[in-house]
């Protein structure tokens, strides 16, 4: 589904990814780990296309095509969904406005018919059971006030709406509380198909007993310093990510920054 | 200068009051009006005394602080501008004036053409227990005059301001409009004024004098339109005075001709205990000006002054805001949003006054622009003068465009960035349009912003 290769990528002239390979086949959870500053959430944001982000060298394969010749919107109407670190608030547009909009761009751009306000209320009223979100929450304007666990729920929300084949879940636990890390999480699960494939990118072990990788990757100064099973993530979480940076500066010959 | 420009250069200029001179078509229409529409004394007095103050003030120029981003020369130089006359009004239909109604008002629609009250348009089966009649007319009726002269001029002041001295010189018509003591208006009150004409180029003038008595509630809504779509100049005033714990909502919808010049004042006098809500919507006109000021005059007042602008290609909107607390324990709140697009020029210059002694004042005040275009510009000048210690007051204003995180967002699902930027400009507007209680307005907002969104992509 993605392949990527030898990816490159800086941010005001500052290179963050520095040779990223990574491959994702359908019905595949990735976990990307790693500290804070190693390039995790650069890669979510570069897969999503955020325009801050530079692609300097490599490519991004998506279901046969080049990823990086299309725009975010056309990424998303293909099916690519990004959950945000920080989801965005838009006052004065209501989240089932918004959300009518993005679906029905989405059928559009396959073909099929769209929905008109009151087919995607009875919709949307369904698709909310996924993340326990009460019917008040569709009127008001996207993400305003809206607590951290309730933005977070409303990423995943968006997430059942649209579908996607690829789920990019950029630190979704941060900020969550066990209960609400919970509910997302069993979100995240219920979407799950054999057809879909979803990165789960986070700092914590923690999200990943709710979310079972298939895969680990650990990043540690914009390549992947290791790689493995599920397990992987459990000896992170005793051994911390020092190790991790020690080993990934010597396996590369590099010096260490910090 | 040819000879003739000289002439009415000199009256307006030089301030010579010279009665006979041709060109001043508000000077003729005066006198006309001293002749065709005698009243009781005080309002021949109040008439004169207005004019008078008109031909020594004339029309603002930039050279006057307060009018400094806004230019009325063209108004003032052109003499193809005429008042209006009655006769018009016959030539009117109700049928043609249907699609202005909004419906939840029908039952209590008020229409003045080019600023007279037509009683054969409007219809007020719907106004039971409030007072309407022709202002001009009201003054000699035996029950209301002594209240017209009581609160007529008293808050649009016309000593200092030549627009609101012309509206007051030429006052024969108008409307009237008493909101008795604990009166509780269910249906809002629609009050149309219909400018413009094909043929000719008029200046109106119309007036409207609102009283809500003690404990009374009302809900007015005013909307400016035209049938013809051409060249005219209104030069409006609306005065409103609320007793003791009265009640009002105030939409102003302004959807004037796209060529249209559009002044207007709003004075609000508030009471004890009064709430007084306000949102004006500035859509049309080629040059809009509102002066709108709100004075409280007494204890535990509240008060709500919100606005939107809409300024297209061409277009000049100013606001010009005016919060006065004079008493203790008042409040006031008050977000302006702009949305500006090609050439589009706004101007909002917001003073909140603290008066001495005011206590416990809690003033609020925002005023947030949109710039869509890097041709538009906007002036804001937010101002707070405290003269009390004990208050809380704040104000702020910004200038902005589109938010790029915004607009990534709703791009990473799925939303193509041309209609991304018109969400979000609607997601702007929406602060103030959907306070608007009453649907159809809503509604009809929202469809102009999403129109004038839509132009603007095609463009």
Not at chain 1, 4 to 9: D, E, V
Not at chain 1, 113 to 128: Q, S, T, V
Not at chain 1, 187 to 196: D, K, S, Y
Not at chain 2, 350 to 357: C, N, P, Q, S, Y
Request: glycine fraction near 8%.
């Amino acid at each position: 589904m993605l392949e990527i290769r030898n990816l490159h990528a800086t941010v005001d002239g500052n290179e963050i990814l520095k040779g990223i390979d990574l491959t994702i086949n359908k019905g595949e959870i990735h976990a990307i780990m790693g500290p804070n500053g190693s390039g995790k959430s650069t890669l979510a944001k570069v897969l999503a296309g955020h325009p801050q982000y530079e692609v300097t060298g490599g490519e991004v394969i998506y279901e046969g095509r080049n990823l990086l010749e299309l725009s975010p919107d056309e990424r998303a109407r293909e099916g690519i969904f990004m959950a945000f670190q920080y989801p965005i608030e838009v006052p004065g547009v209501s989240n089932a406005q918004f959300l009518r909009l993005a679906y029905n761009e989405k059928r559009k751009h396959l073909g099929e018919e769209e929905l008109d306000p009151l087919e995607f209320k009875d919709f949307l009223k369904e698709r909310a059971k996924v993340v326990e979100m009460d019917a008040s929450f569709m009127s008001r304007s996207v993400n305003e006030g809206f607590s951290g666990g309730e933005k977070k729920r409303n990423e995943i929300l968006q997430m059942a709406v649209l579908e996607p084949k690829l789920a990019v879940l950029d630190e979704t636990d941060s900020g969550l509380d066990i209960d609400a890390l919970r509910v997302v999480a069993g979100g995240v699960n219920q979407l799950r198909t054999p057809e879909n494939a979803i990165i789960v990118v986070t700092h914590y072990q923690r999200l990943l007993n709710y979310i079972v990788p298939d895969y680990v990757h650990v990043l540690a100064h914009g390549r992947i310093a290791r790689e493995g099973g599920k397990e992987l993530a459990l000896e992170l979480e005793e051994k911390g990510y020092d190790w991790i940076k020690t080993s990934a500066g010597q396996e590369n010959g590099a010096v260490a920054r910090n | 200068m040819p000879a003739k420009k000289m002439a009415r250069w000199l009256v307006i200029k030089k301030m010579v009051s010279d009665l006979a001179t041709p060109e001043n078509n508000y000077q003729a229409a005066f006198r006309a009006l001293q002749q065709t529409k005698p009243s009781a004394p005080w309002v021949e007095l109040v008439r004169e005394s207005a004019m008078d103050r008109f031909q020594s003030l004339g029309f603002p120029s930039v050279t006057n602080e307060e009018w400094k981003y806004t230019n009325l020369a063209p108004l003032a130089k052109d003499a193809s501008f005429r008042p209006a006359t009655e006769e018009r009004l016959s030539a009117i239909t109700k049928d043609a004036i249907s699609s202005f109604v909004y419906p939840e008002t029908g039952t209590s629609h008020l229409v003045l053409v080019n600023g007279f009250l037509s009683p054969e348009l409007s219809t007020i089966t719907g106004i039971e227990g409030a007072v309407a009649l022709d202002l001009f007319a009201a003054v000699s009726d035996g029950k209301y005059g002594r209240l017209v002269r009581e609160y007529l001029a008293r808050n649009a002041c016309y000593k200092n301001n030549g627009l609101r001295a012309l509206n007051t010189a030429l006052l024969q018509s108008g409307l009237f409009l008493l909101i008795p003591r604990n009166t509780n208006l269910q249906t809002p009150i629609q009050i149309t004024y219909l400018s413009g004409s094909p043929d000719s180029t008029d200046a109106s003038f119309p007036r409207v004098l609102v009283l809500a008595e003690e404990n009374s509630s009302a809900t007015i809504v005013e909307s400016y339109v035209t049938i013809a779509g051409n060249r005219y100049f209104t030069d409006a005033v609306m005065e409103l005075v609320l007793k003791e714990g009265a009640r009002l909502k105030h939409y102003r919808v302004q959807r004037e001709s796209s060529k249209a010049f559009h002044v207007a004042s709003t004075s609000a006098e508030l009471g004890r205990g009064s709430s007084y809500d306000a949102t004006s919507i500035n859509l049309g006109a080629f040059l809009a000006r509102h002066d709108i000021s709100v004075v409280m005059e007494d204890e535990g007042a509240e008060c709500w002054v919100d606005g939107l602008y809409l300024v297209g290609a061409d277009q000049h909107s100013d606001t010009h805001s005016v919060i006065d607390h004079k008493k203790p324990h008042c409040t006031s709140h008050q977000l302006y949003k702009g949305i500006l697009d090609g050439n589009g020029r706004a101007v909002f210059n917001g003073k909140i006054f603290v008066r001495e002694g005011a206590q416990k004042t809690d003033a609020m005040q925002t005023n947030k622009n949109l710039l869509l275009s890097s041709q538009a510009r906007v002036d804001t000048k937010p101002q707070l003068e405290i003269f009390a210690d004990d208050v809380k007051c704040a104000h702020g204003a910004a200038v902005g465009q589109i938010d790029e995180e915004e607009l990534f967002y709703l791009q990473a699902r799925g939303i193509n960035p041309d209609l991304a930027r018109n969400l979000l400009t609607y997601g702007f507007a929406e602060e103030v349009i959907g306070k608007i209680t009453i649907d159809s307005i809503r509604s009809q907002l929202d469809a102009t912003v999403l129109h004038q969104l839509h132009a603007q992509i095609e463009a």
